[in-house]
């Protein structure tokens, strides 16, 4: 069972940056995949990043050239980078790892961009 962590989230005006974390509760070295999703109130919970154990990332156009997803195996840790925020990036962010054909979940972390 791996237990994820984030933190890192909060208010920022529009153009702001915020990095988000995210710490495993055990080694990442064999979680192949990584992400991060969003949720916004009202809506489906959608993927914003994913990492692979090698490097290898994919975005979701809304964040391409915005947004950095990064992983630190020596220290358990997910990062998402995000830059110039816009007021639709407010969601509640998860941190997601899959392995052995099971997803586990953070609780979330509520990032709110003001205009």
């Known amino acids: 069972q791996v237990q994820l962590v984030e933190s890192g989230g909060g208010l920022v005006q529009a153009g702001g940056s915020l990095r988000l974390s995210c710490v495993a509760s055990e080694s990442i070295f064999s979680i192949n995949v990584m992400g991060w999703y969003r949720q916004a109130p009202g809506k489906q919970r959608d993927l914003v990043a994913i990492i692979t154990v090698d490097g290898s990332t994919t975005y979701a156009d809304s964040v391409k050239g915005r947004f950095t997803i990064s992983r630190d195996n020596a220290k358990n840790t997910l990062y998402l980078q995000m830059d110039s925020l816009k007021p639709e990036d407010t969601a509640l962010y998860f941190c997601?790892?899959?392995?052995?054909?099971?997803?586990?979940w953070g609780q979330g972390t509520q990032v709110t961009v003001s205009s």
């Open positions: 997601n790892a899959y392995r052995r054909f099971k997803d586990y």
